[in-house]
Every structure is written in C-alpha cells, then in structure tokens.
C-alpha cells in the first residue's frame, strides 16, 4: 500500500474552497485514494465533505495513501498540491 506523508500549506487550512478544489484534482486519478492525519482515520478524498470533516489546518501533517500499488504518481501529484495555495485552483 503506497503512502506519501504531505503538509498543509494553504493559509486557510483545507476549508470548503480548497477541499472542493482537491476533492476534485483527487477524483481525476482513477484510484482509490484516502487522507489521514498521522495516527487517525482515513477519508475519501474525492468527497469535498469528508475532507472538511478533518478541520486540518495550515501546517498539519497528513498521509496519503491508495491499495493500488501503480497510484504511486497520483499520491505524489496530490501531495505536492497539498503544498499549495488551493483557494487559486
């Protein structure tokens, strides 16, 4: 199960804006793809809800993770989106 450790790096934290605009980059990838923070529970992250539900913030810590062993290249796209300032997407 590939896993990538990212950072949330918009200034609002992932709030509806954002989180609509990653649910949306995340259900481009044609895999099943989950968030976490470290030590909690996943979520989906093609669901805008679901990822409000997390409140994460600027600065906080997740994991990405997929059980498809070829989503290696999404999870890297979505981290590094998560290093962004999604409100402009």
Do not use: N, W, Y
Request: charged fraction near 25%.
């Amino acid at each position: 199960m590939p896993e990538r450790h990212a950072t949330v790096l918009c200034s609002q934290g992932l709030h509806a804006r954002p989180a609509a605009a990653f649910a949306r980059a995340a259900a481009k990838s044609g895999h099943r793809i989950t968030l976490r923070r470290t030590g909690g529970d996943p979520v989906s992250v093609s669901s805008t809800l679901m990822l409000m539900s997390l409140g994460l913030k600027e600065g906080e810590e997740v994991v990405l993770a997929s059980d498809d062993d070829t989503a290696g290249p999404e999870l890297d796209r979505l981290a590094a989106l998560l290093a962004t300032e999604l409100d402009g997407q």
